[in-house]
Nanobody, 119 residues
């Protein structure tokens, strides 16, 4: 089970940190990803960290978002800086056997947390 939290309202240029707490699955043994979705659009890849610690980001968040993993807490984080209105979405964490950018590659999903960027 994956439990996402940390969403909320942020001003443009602000920051938020999302958390994804895992139970029943060890985050260090799987690819852990973040996706986001806005109404009427498909779920979009944001970032992933593989079991070897490598990270990969979609171009629109490169340099602004950082994905990290705390093995002791069995939790994955998404630090989001310099937020803009285009980041407004429901954010989902996901777990899969291999890192990838396609949502079909992930078999466990959290419930989603809303991020709204607005002044």
């Amino acid at each position: 089970q994956l439990q996402a939290s940390g969403g909320g309202l942020a001003q443009p240029g602000g920051s938020l940190r999302l958390s994804c707490a895992a139970s029943g699955r060890t985050v260090s043994s799987y690819a852990m990803g973040w996706f986001r979705q806005v109404p009427g659009k498909e779920r979009e890849f944001v970032a992933v960290t593989g079991f070897n610690g490598r990270t990969y980001y979609t171009d629109s968040v490169m340099g602004r978002f950082t994905i990290s993993r705390d093995d002791a807490r069995n939790t994955v984080y998404l630090q989001m800086n310099r937020l803009n209105s285009g980041d407004t979405a429901v954010y989902y964490c996901a777990s899969g056997d291999k890192p990838g950018t396609g949502s079909a590659q992930y078999d466990y999903w959290g419930q989603g947390t809303q991020v709204t960027v607005s002044s």
